[in-house]
Structure formats: C-alpha cells, structure tokens
C-alpha cells in the first residue's frame, strides 16, 4: 500500500445486444454489484461503470499501484461472469474478448484493454477519461498529440511557464513490440514521423518533462497479436491529467473541435470520422458506427472519484455538449463521402491492416486463371 492513488481503467466486450452495438443494462449491472462489493470490503477506494458501444468499462480507484494482481484479478472475474451472463442469454458475440482463460495475475494481454496511472495526487487533480468504440488504440495518436506537443492547439505551451520544457512521449511498436520515448518539441518532427503511421506506432504514455509528473496513459494492445487473428478493434481508452501546469480541460477537449478518420468502423477494416459524443448516443449504429468517443470528466480526491453526499461518483459527460455538434456533422458528411466508396480504397484499410478478407480465397480460386499479362 502507498499514499499514492491509482485509476485503473480496464474494458472488454464481453457480448452485446443487437449485435456489437451496446452492453444492456443487465450487464452493467453485475459489473456495479460486483465492483460495489469491492469497495465494501476495502479493496476498492471508488468505481464508475459505463459502456461505449459494446463496451464494458470499469473505471475504479484504489492505492494498490498499477498491474496490481487483486485489481485486475477482480476485474477479470467481473467481466467474466458478465460474459457468462451474456453467453446464457445468447447475447452476440459474449466473450469475444476475453482471449486467454487461465488468469495469471495480470489482465494484459488476456485480450480487455487497460490503463492505468499512478498518481501523487495534487491539491485538486481534475482527470478526463476518454473511451472510444470501433477503433484501435492509434487513434489517440492525433488528439494526444494535439494536447500534449501542439502549441496550436494548447495555449498553455505558449504561456505557461509550468509546461514551458514541453512533453515527453512514450511511443510502443506493437509490431516489434519494442518503445522509445520522444521529447517535444525537440523531437516533435520525429514523433510525428512514428505516430503517424496510427496502425504501428501508438502513444502509451505522456509526461511533463521537467518533473517527469505522469500526465496520460492508454491502453495499447493489438487483439490481433494476442489472438493471431481477427477478434474485433481494441476500443482503446486513454486517462489524462488536466489543469495547473498540465493541459486545461478545454485543451483537452478542443482537438474534438473538428471530426478526424480512424482506423476501424465495420468489420475493423475501414478509415470512419470519429464522432465524439455524450453517453446517451455512445452506441454504434450506421455501418458498425461511426466510430464514437466519449470524455468524462472526474476529480480524483483522497484516493475516490470525487461523489456526492449520497457517495455516487460525480461523473461529467463532456462530449454531451453542442460545442461538439459541428464534429458530429463532420463526422456524418465524411462518413457519408466514405461509405459512397464502399470497398475501394481509401475508404477500406488496406489489405494487411483488414481484419476480414477473402482476398486470399480469391486470389487461390483464380490462381489457374490468371495469364502472363
Ligand atoms: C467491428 C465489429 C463489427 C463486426 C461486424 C461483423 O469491430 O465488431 O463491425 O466486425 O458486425 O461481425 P460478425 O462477423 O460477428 O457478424
Ligand atoms: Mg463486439
Ligand atoms: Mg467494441
């Protein structure tokens, strides 16, 4: 035990009605019972669950520092009895996630995603949460980068002393499976040559880089490695810092000012606008989509999400707001310009990044057709 306080984030589909659109409410339930038993018997501090889509997400507090077995263990345990439930009741795709059934401590790399962070936590620690569906963990590589390098986009760069030195970036390789970390903006040309490529290189931790104080962390998986196969897109989810000598929550917020593409969408084989929205429109529709992202706002106090006098925890569902109305439009218009596409490139991935393809069944079943040309 530290004095230190821990969110960890940690989400999986563990199935999901009407096909991947969203988790029922009766599967959110058993995650609330289970976490709130948690909390009873002290191994947790505090806990919010919500879904994105067909998303579980349980956000929870505690002091047992990051990879800590007794979390994850009841993480794990949690989304698997959720999964059971959705296997009884035939719900699509019950478990999909959940890749490895042996528990060894650690969900990483069991197939839920997961992010955590240590904390030493400051006077006030205001955090955002963003979660996102059909999409893979690349596709924070722009915002992050937005928030944390781009004085464009973050006054406080320009004019507050306190981040003045800049960040520091850690960037995974989740082909070599190696990383290596940038500062900008010294390195600010070489983190964009890496992070650009959103389907190799992804950032999985951002910090001050004066004081070395951790400012975000995501979750940086690729199912495909673990499974060797196609098991969906990772629906990543990434925690930051915000406010007093970190990024205010309205920089944060404000690369969502304009719709960007990810990687993703249907069938996790095509370029789609990402759509920020509230938790009420967190549910994918259109084509498996689009792609949808949500951004809660907490404050981490004591060791707690900061909750009311009833002890519910105080949750602001940022993007649940028409300054984002413009994004969502956008998103609509360049998924409208996409979809008229249909499986031409650009609008679908290219053929090593498709998780679906038939390319080779073709290819063998024309093979004694095919001529010198
Ligand atoms: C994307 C996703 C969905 C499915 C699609 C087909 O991550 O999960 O778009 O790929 O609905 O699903 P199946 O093959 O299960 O019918
Ligand atoms: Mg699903
Ligand atoms: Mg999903």
Redesign the pocket.
């Known amino acids: 035990m530290s004095n230190k306080t821990t969110i960890s984030l940690i989400k999986c ?1 563990v199935g999901s009605l009407a ?2 659109h969203i988790v029922p409410k009766i599967l959110l339930e058993i995650a609330e019972r289970n976490l709130k038993k948690a909390r009873e018997n002290g191994s947790l501090n505090s806990f919010y669950v919500f879904n994105v889509g ?1 998303d579980l997400q349980l956000l929870m507090t505690h002091e047992k520092g990051e990879s800590n077995p007794e979390i994850h263990k009841l993480a794990w345990e949690t989304l698997q009895e959720a999964a059971n439930k959705a296997l009884k009741m035939k719900l ?2 019950a478990g999909q996630d959940l890749l490895k059934t042996a528990f060894s401590g650690n969900v990483r790399g069991m197939g839920p995603g997961v992010a955590e962070m240590e904390i030493e936590e400051r006077g006030s620690d205001p955090i955002v949460v963003f979660a996102a569906d ?1 999409t893979s963990a690349g596709a924070f590589n722009y915002p992050l980068f937005r928030i944390f390098a781009d004085p464009m986009n973050t006054a406080g760069l320009v004019i507050d002393p306190n981040m003045a030195g800049g960040f520091k970036f850690e960037v995974i390789d989740t082909i070599e499976n190696k990383k290596v970390v940038l500062k900008c903006p010294e390195e600010t040309y070489e983190l964009i040559a890496l992070i650009g490529t959103v389907q190799r290189y992804m950032i999985s931790r951002v910090w001050r880089a004066r004081d070395d104080l951790i400012c975000a962390t995501g979750s940086v998986t690729r199912l495909s490695q673990i499974a060797g196969k196609y098991v ?2 990772d ?1 990543p989810v990434v925690i930051i810092r915000a406010q007093h000598g970190l990024p205010a929550v309205g920089e944060i917020l404000a690369p969502f000012l304009h719709c960007y593409l990810v990687e ?5 084989s095509h370029w789609g606008p990402i759509m920020p929205v509230g938790l009420k429109d967190a549910k ?1 529709t259109l084509f ?2 689009p792609p949808r992202m949500v951004a809660l706002g907490i404050q981490v106090a004591n060791g707690e999400i900061a909750a009311d006098d009833d002890g519910k925890p105080m949750v602001a569902d940022l993007f649940d707001d028409p300054a984002f109305d413009l994004a969502r439009r956008e998103a609509l218009e360049q998924a409208s310009t996409l979809r008229r596409m249909g499986e031409f490139e650009p609008a679908r991935l290219g053929p090593e990044e498709m ?2 393809t038939t390319l080779q069944q073709i290819l063998d079943k024309l093979k004694e057709r095919f001529t010198s040309a």
């Open positions: 589909d096909g991947h067909d699509y795709g059909k969906g897109k629906d993703g969408w249907m069938r996790g994918c498996d989509g998780e679906y």
